[in-house]
Structures are given as structure tokens and as C-alpha cells.
């Protein structure tokens, strides 16, 4: 089914569709799944845009790419330099090595080291400054000044946005019904870009923001309608975590997106578990908020067609393992507890049957005889077990206390 394109004055619209003719052959169009699991749960048509298996692993090739391929057709460019916690990085350093032109990325110290491996692995110079993405913005920018490179700003940026917006044109391709579409927001380009063709296509369809509690700039920005920069953020959503949003962004986000809404850390690495076992897909945490959102209840979508995107899959493997530990606790799969009794033989056999009956798999058990509060004769055991989710673990925690047991 063809779509037929509301222009109207659109300006940025139609950077967009020049995007797309651009990218064709250079980016894959990728797929707009329908989850029966997601389905089921949360009551709505839930379908995942699984930009996670993009040409360098997330949706932040297509502006870049974009940009830089525009600009090289101008003939003159002989160097980019760029700001990035790792995707734009890369999105970066493919176009650029791609044009034979030389790429300098400044990424924060903070950043995973398989993104960093992966960019330079692309084909650009890597330099570490600071530990937030807006100390290594203000780096690059002096790099800019100093080597004559061109800057190529991560979102705020008319064709990085239009890049970013070529995801909406595919999805209406796809489903053309949608009633909602969830995206990703850190510095906004990405929401905004895919705001502006999803509205320009159907206006009817709703776009949602979705960022961290940690690092909710634009979602304040949003509510407030004036640009909020933030002093200090914390998220294991490393790819929007963005202190200052894009001012572009902000106008394009003002005129399009319907509401910016937060998840909590605990609600996304959640996600990024029911992704892994229900899909058999890795996607990263900035990628997980959207499904994130809709699994939270924050956002009723019963009988509603609705796209998360999922915006990328490079996740460091050497966090993956902590934030699966935050998902299975937020799922109630994994509890932590202490148990006070007499210390004597036999304690230990009495707990450890009494778990097992209860089919709880121990994983970690500490003894502490030095707390303040205990008798001569008495010992603290901090257990750590594996259950079946919330009501598992209140029924061990309940066979516990009627054998007699101080669970604390």
C-alpha cells in the first residue's frame, strides 16, 4: 500500500524524504515486528521497529550519514569531527570512511569499550574527555576550531533530524494505521525526526517521548515549553543520556510530539530481560525505554495499534550482566533477605529444606555474627535466592516465618 504525503509547508518533511533517497542504498529498512508476547500483555497491538539491527548496530547511521554524505557532495570536505556516547560514533565513522574522509570522535570516558573498540574499528580517531556527553560536546568543538573539521552535531541538526525521521516514513509504510508511535528521547533528534513524518504522513497517529527518570531534560522542556538544561543525570540508559537538549530539536518536538514520558531504570532493564527472553534480541538500555513504557502501565495503549522503537543493540557485555541482576530483581525473580536465628547446627539444614521445598535456588548465603543487636548465641544469614517472581517470593518468605524463623 503506497502512502500519500501531507506536505502542505512542511518544510523539514521534505528534507526528510530527501534523506530517504539518500539512504536507499546504504541503510537496510528494518523490520516492523508484530509481538504476540507484548500483545498479550499490555492489551494493545504492539509491534517493535528493530532499528537494533541497523548497519552499526542502531538508528544513528541514517543521520549521520545523511549529514556527511550532503556535505561531500558539496566537494569540499576533508575531515568531520564529532561528540557521542557511541552510536552517532559510529553512524559517524562508517559514512566518513565511507567517503574517504578522515573522522575525529570525542566520546566521554564513561562510555562502554565495546562502543569505543566498535568506532575505532569503523575507521576514526578516538579521544576520551569527560564524563558526560556535554564535556566531550565542548572538546569536539574545540577540535573543530583547531583542525578546520567539519562539526557534525548528534541531534541538533536539520539533516541528522531528517536522517533520524526516514524510521517514521517506514513504519507508515508498513502499518499505515498506527495509532501511536514510541520513540527514544536523549538530545531529541531522533523524536523529533520521526515526529515530523509521522505527522506529516498521519496526523492522527500519536508520538510519544520516552526518556529516563535520570536524565528527563526534555520531558521538563516539554512540560515547561522553554529549553531546561539539567546540572547532573544518572541513567544505565548511557545512549540518551544528554544533560542540554538541541534547540532545533525542542521546536521540532513543540510542534509534533504529543507527551514526554519517563521510566525508571528498574522499569527498563526490565524490558531489555522480557527482550532477551522473549525475543531472543539484545537491545541496549536508551533502545528499551519505549517497551519499557508501555510494560510500566504508565501509558494505557488497550486496543490501540502501537510501534516501539527499538533503537539499538550495543550494549557493553560487561554491564549487561548488572542490569540483567536490576531486571530480575524488578521482576520480583531474584530477592535478597536475612534471616536472625540461634546459632547452632542444624540452622542451616532447617533454611536450606524449607527453600528447597519451596523450590527457591539459592544462589549467595553470608553469615554475619558481628551485628550490634544479636545475642551471644545468635547469627544473621543474608540469602540470596532465585523464585518465580513476586508471589514466589512472598510464599518463601511466608514458609519461612511459620517455621518459627525471623525473616527481617
Known sequence: MGIEFLLGNIMDFQKIIEAKERLASVVQKTPLDYSTTFSAITGGDVYLKCENMQKTGSFKVRGAYNKI??????????????????????????????????????????????KIVATEGYGA??????????DSYRRAREIEKEEGAVFIHPFDDEDVIAGQGTIGIEMLEDVPDLDMVIVPAGGGGLVAGVACAVKSINPNCRVIGVQSEGAPAIAL????????????????????????????????INEYVDD???????????????????????????????????????LNIKGKKVACLLSGGNIDVSTIGKIIEQGLVRRGR???????????????????????????????????????????????????????????????????????????
Open 69 to 114: 554524505a550532503k556535505l561531500h557532495e558539496s566537494g569540499n570536505l576533508k575531515a568531520i569531527v564529532a561528540s557521542s556516547a557511541g552510536n552517532h560514533a559510529q553512524g559517524c565513522a562508517y559514512a566518513a570512511t565511507a567517503m574517504g574522509v578522515k573522522a575525529t570522535i570525542v566520546m566521554p570516558k564513561t562510555t562502554p569499550i565495546a
Open 125 to 134: 580517531k578516538v579521544e576520551l574527555y569527560g564524563d558526560y556527553y556535554d
Open 221 to 252: 522542556s516539554f512540560k515547561e515549553k522553554k529549553h531546561i538544561s539539567l546540572d547532573y543525570i544518572y541513567t544505565i540508559a548511557d545512549g540518551i543520556a544528554v544533560k542540554n537538549p538541541g534547540s532545533v530539536t525542542l521546536d521540532v
Open 260 to 298: 514526554v514520558m519517563t521510566v525508571s531504570d528498574g522499569d527498563i532493564a526490565s524490558a531489555i530481560i522480557h527482550l532477551i527472553e522473549r525475543t531472543k534480541m539484545i537491545v541496549e538500555p536508551a533502545g528499551a525505554t519505549t517497551l519499557a513504557l508501555i510494560l510500566s502501565g504508565k
Open 334 to 408: 531474584k530477592i535478597e533477605f536475612s534471616i536472625q536465628l540461634q546459632d547452632k547446627p542444624g540452622m542451616l539444614e532447617k533454611v536450606s529444606h524449607i527453600l528447597a521445598r519451596e523450590g527457591a535456588n539459592v544462589i549467595s548465603i553470608t553469615y554475619d555474627r558481628t551485628h550490634a543487636e544479636l545475642e551471644f548465641n545468635e547469627t544473621i544469614l543474608h540469602i540470596g535466592c532465585e523464585v518465580g517472581g513476586k508471589e514466589h517470593s512472598e510464599r518463601v518468605a511466608q514458609a519461612l516465618i511459620k517455621e518459627g524463623l525471623k525473616v527481617l
